[in-house]
Structures are given as structure tokens and as C-alpha cells.
């Protein structure tokens, strides 16, 4: 804690603080070399791009340095033998398997509050940095539990190079401003508002002047138990006034089986497996409002397991922080949000059209007559015939209606659908995530596998057990309406578009829900909302916006529809063989294979100064129509000479494919063969010729550090082929 609090104080003392990095470390159970976790925090629209620039910036560089994950798979499978017995390789597909990203959940599967990268994002105003933050992972870099980790040269410095690319990075993106914008077609939206999704500080019983005396009565109650091996132990015991139990496993990657909690009626609320690979459980468990009376754990395995738990209680619904911890917690900060503002927030950012807010009577009073497309995210006045005609009579003259959250309970009065109130649940959800996305439709342009969560609970009082609000629709139902369904939430429709002639009806089932005040404490305040870059862009698109990211005032990506106007989003190549280039600087990366990502509107882009300058058009014809191999490289030959107290090593390579490509040469010395291993490495260098050409790659080493007299063997390595030779080092 005292290390904790220096660092809160050091970075407090900055003027801004852009960027917040929280280098951190994993086991062999990654499908990528490296992870970039979004933190909590509830990210703006310009700083969710900020985000997903930096991590595509990142991965780029990562892939201009190794070229793929298998250019030094050995390295890799070493470390992981060496480390964890296992040989294992990363087999994700992003940026050929050495980087990807999105929020904590989407990349290693659970979610976390309270911690230093939670707290950098945070807003000024409640104690935090107000930064982006976001934390680095890198694998083979945990130990087991407080086990001494084997030193790995070999493998260290990847990690150090690894994490190098990613602070140059960050410093480049620090520097300069990053923007994003929104083009709507000239389309005006209107969203309904409404007090009633309005949470207040001033709503708790036991804020304002008029607040009683504190009482003690909340109560955050911790224990910490040993529970032998093959043995159940009480670990906690809950009364009837209990909110929630957590339950932590100290030492559980020492530890093998599997570890149950079993609630005081004897069934089993939950079972973690123990042990390192544990796969998406986590040695940490939740419970919401528990069961009174006492709580055990059942260890199946032969380690004894030391087992946290932390009970927090109270008569009210609403705990005091003040009173937890032994009256030591904290005073309630003020905070009065609604989940609407996002779309007040969002407006700031179009460059054309409008965002507007109405009332429902407004809706009622015909105030649609003057807008394009309608968001409703609630179901207040679902039983106003005035309201739900006006609406329906909206989307019966074309009107786009887009329902989120308890909005998508207007489907069943709406007489324009075949979907029967009865249709339409609402359930709860652990997490605000979708499952079995369909990545091809519209709804998720620029949604990446990678991505399930919508938005980040944790930010508006929701927690890590099941209550999460969603309302989804029957999938057979919607399926039988005529509808496209393009995700799931709780095995139904949570993510779906219906088609009414020539309007549609886009359904979200979870992702602007109100705050959560009840059974939480919450002292530093609340957030409107926490959309991550996932749900921006199902929510833009479902509103058909295009999406605009700008880096020190140039366009660089754009998402969803076309507003400008471009006939094809990188270049065209029309009947008569005629080119034309929309992007010259992106079919250039392409060439050279630095940007994995295919042609598609994604990549939507103008040259930074209007103009087009190509070295070869019909490569780029080519190219465009799918005629040219990719890059691949062939280890011709290697030298080595001795000159002025240098020793040089030369590799060969040529590029026999059409296209780029760049992959990372490996240079080892030593004084006997049998000593060529991964300690041996004096140079990592790229080759990167273009494509049907050749290039020398060179690495230096000072003779003074070799002893004179003795000769050396050396190996050179590049794209999976080796060529060795010795040279002798001349006497003084």
C-alpha cells in the first residue's frame, strides 16, 4: 500500500497525464504474444479511438520487427518449457499471432475495480488522473505464485524489445492529438430522454443535511482461513443483512484439483479450478447477495489452499462507505448521473446532421415529423398510446428506429412487427457481452473477434456477479419476424435488425443501462456511462454514422458507411486498366506488408496531402486485383570478415515472393558449434527487401570483446533457415 500511494502521489503532481501505462505479465494460456488491457474506465468516443489507435500503431510495430509470431517460436517454446513445462505457441491470427487487444474481460476473460490502472482512469474530480490507461501483457512473464522465475536471456529480450516498440509508441502517441468525428449523411437522430434513468448521490439515505447520524451499521467484515488439502473449511458466514461475499484463493497456481464453494444449504454455488491454467475461471469468486449462514470450501487436491473472504452487510439497501472498514471508509462523493448523456456527449462530435434529445410527450406532440431515425433505450411511456403510435407511424414513413437496453420491450406494442410482447425478456447478465456474433453484418462493422463486451460494468455499480440488466428477444421469434440476428445474449436475440419496407429496427439489448446504487459501495462516484469501442461501434452503426479518426489532424481510419462520397475505400482499377488511388500511403503499407488489415471500408483513407505518389502502378494493379504472391524470404548465403576491430556478419536475402516482407535475422557467435544456442545471440536486424529482389542484412560485433587468436563458428537465421561459418579473430 505504501508503494501504492507514492505512485499516486508522484503522478499527481503532473499538470496532464495523457497516457497511463501498467506493464504487466502473464503465464502461457494467451493466444498472442502480447495483450493490450483496456482499463475501466469510462472512455469519451475520442478516447476509446485514442485507445484503439495506439494498440493498432503497436501491433504494427510489432509486426514490422518480427514479421510473425513463428520467427522466434523456439525462443518462445523454450521459455515455455523452461518456465512452465509446457512448449506452448501463441495461435492467434491478429498481427500473425504477436499482438491484440480490447477490454479486461475480452482479453483475459474476468474484470477487476479498485486497481491502480482503474484508479489513473478515472476523472479528476474523483481522485483519479483522468488518463487513458491501459495495461500491457506480455507472456511467459508470471511466475508460479512466489516462485523464483528462471532466468531466459533468450526470451527476456523479446520481452524487453516487446515492451520497448510498445513505450515508443505511446510516447509518439502522447505527443500528438488524436480526434475522431462523426459523419451522418446530413441525417438528423433524435433520442428519447428521460429524469427517470437520473441517479443521484442526493438519492442515498444517508447523504445531505438531512442524513442520520452514522450508525455503524454497514459492515465490511474480512477473514482469512486455511483449508487443508482434501478438505472443506468454513471460509465465511453470512446473516440475513449480507450484500455480497467475495472469495479470494491466495497461493491457488501452487495448488492442483479444483476448489467449491458451497452455500449453508449444502448445493454448490461455484467451482474454481486451481492450479495455473485455469482457463476462464478465475481463483477469485463473487457472490451477490448470499445466503445467511455459513459458507465452506471443498478442496480437491492434496496443497492446502489459504482462502480470503470479505463479507460486506447491512440493513440498508443502499451501504454507507463512511461506516465500512470500522468507520475508517470513505465520505460519499457527490455524483448525479444518466445514461442518456451519452448521446448529448456524442453530438459534440458530428460534422453534420443532428443528435438531438426529446421528451416522450414530445414524441407524442409529432415532434418526429423532423428526424430521420429515433433511439429509444428505456421503456418509460410504453403504455402512452399517444407515444407508441407516433413511433410506430415513424417507422411505417421510413423513419430507423434503434432500441437498446429496456427500449426493446417497444417491439412487442409496435403493430409494424410480428413480435408478441410475450417475445421480449428481460434477464441479467454477468457481464454486457455478446456471444456467437455474426462478424459479417453490418451491426458489427469494425468489430473485431476479439470483442464481446459492450460496455464496462464495474463503472456504473454493477458487479462481477450475474446483474447486469439486459432485455433480448425470443430468437425464434425475431428469426420468424424476418429478422437478422447478429449476436446473443443469455441464448436469445441481443444484438438484431428487423427490416419494416424501407426502415429498420436495430435491437441492442444491453449496453446503456442506469446506474447501479443498490447492495454497492461506491464513494468515489459514478460514471453516465461506459460504452467501450466495441459498443461505439455497433451503436454507430445501428445509427449508419461514419466514424472518422484523425491523428494530428489527418484522416486516418474510417468505419461504416461512406459519407464522402469515395467509390472504393483504397483504390479502384475501372474496365480499361485505368488505376485509381484513393490511399496511397495504405496500398503502399499494404505492398509492404506493415498493415494486416485486408481492403475493406475500414480502412477508408485520403493521402495526407491530397496527392498520389506510386513508384509502380501496375504492382498496385495487381495488388488491388488479388494477381500478386505475397513476400517470402530465402536465405541465399552468409559472410563474415574481421576489419579495423570490427567483426562483421552477413546474411544474404532474397524476397522470391511479389509483395514485401519483413522478418527478423538472428545472428549467433560462439567459440565451439555446439554452443550456437539462444545465449549466443549477438544481433537481431531485419530484412526487408522489396518483393523479387535481394538485400545484405548486417550486424557488427567489437573484436575487442572476442579473445584474438581464437576462431569463432557463426549461424545466421531468417525466415526458418540457417547458414553457419567460422572466422577467426586475428592475435593483437
Known sequence: M?????????????????????????????????????????????????????????????????????????????AATVEYGSGFLPSGDQFNGLFDW?????????????????????????????????????????????????????????TATAYQLSMREYAKMAAVDTDATIATGDRDTAYVTTDELTRSSTDLPFTGPGAPDSTGSTTLDSNRAVVSGSQTGVVAETGADAHSLSVRFEDAQRAGGTARLVAPDGTVHDTVSLGRDHGADTPELFVLSPAAGEWTVAVD???????????????NAYPDPSEAWGGDGFQQSFYEVNPMNFFDDLSEHLVDGSLDAVTTGDVAAGALDSYDQLVVSHDVATDDTDYVDAIESFVDGGGDLVLTDRGVHLLGALDTVDIDGSDVRDTTLQFG?????????????????????????????????????????????????GGEIAGEMSFDVGLGRLTVDSATIDCIGSILPPAQQEDVLHPFGMADHAVSMMGYSILCNALNFEQRRLVAGELVQTTGPDWRGVENTIGNVDRDGELDVVDAVRVQ??????????????????????????????????????????????????????????????AEVENVGDLGAIRETEFRLAENAADLDQYAVVALEQADPAGNSTKTVTATVETAALSPGTTYQYSVDCAGQQETGEIQIPSN
Not at 30 to 43: G, I, P
Not at 107 to 126: C, D, H, K, L, S
Request: proline fraction near 5%; include cysteine; hydrophobic fraction near 35%.
Open 2 to 78: 505504501p508503494d501504492a500511494l507514492s505512485v499516486v502521489d508522484h503522478f499527481r503532481g503532473y499538470e496532464n497525464v495523457a497516457l497511463f501505462c501498467d506493464y504487466h505479465g502473464m503465464y502461457d494460456n494467451a493466444d498472442h504474444m502480447m495483450y493490450y488491457l483496456e482499463s475501466n474506465a469510462a472512455f469519451d468516443y475520442t478516447e476509446s479511438h485514442l485507445v484503439d489507435e495506439l494498440s493498432r500503431q503497436t501491433g504494427t510495430s510489432m509486426l514490422r520487427y518480427w514479421g510473425d509470431v513463428a520467427a522466434i517460436e523456439d525462443d518462445i517454446r523454450d
Open 102 to 158: 480490447g477490454t479486461i474481460y475480452d482479453t483475459i476473460n474476468y474484470q477487476v475495480t479498485g486497481g491502480m490502472m482503474g484508479w489513473a482512469g478515472a476523472p479528476e474530480r474523483f481522485g483519479g488522473l483522468g488518463a487513458v490507461a491501459i495495461s500491457p501483457e506480455i507472456i511467459i512473464s508470471n511466475n508460479l505464485s512466489f516462485a523464483i522465475q528462471e532466468g531466459k536471456p533468450w526470451w527476456d529480450r523479446h
Open 301 to 315: 487436491g492434496a496443497t492446502d489452499v489459504t482462502v480470503h473472504s470479505s463479507v460486506l452487510a447491512s440493513p
Open 433 to 481: 457481452t455478446l456471444s456467437d456474433t455474426e462478424l459479417t453484418h453490418p451491426l458489427l462493422d469494425g468489430v473485431r473477434n476479439r470483442q464481446q463486451e459492450l460496455y464496462k460494468g464495474p463503472q456504473v455499480g454493477y458487479t462481477a456477479g450475474t446483474d447486469q440488466p439486459a432485455t433480448v428477444v425470443d430468437s425464434t421469434a425475431f428469426g420468424q419476424a
Open 589 to 650: 503499407r499494404q505492398l509492404a506488408e506493415l498493415d494486416p488489415r485486408p481492403f475493406d471500408p475500414e480502412l477508408a483513407d485520403v493521402d495526407r496531402d491530397g496527392d498520389v505518389s506510386i513508384t509502380d502502378a501496375v504492382r498496385i494493379q495487381r495488388q488491388l486485383a488479388g494477381l500478386d504472391e505475397p513476400g517470402e524470404l530465402e536465405l541465399l548465403g552468409s559472410s563474415a570478415s574481421v576489419d579495423s576491430g570490427t567483426l562483421t556478419l552477413q
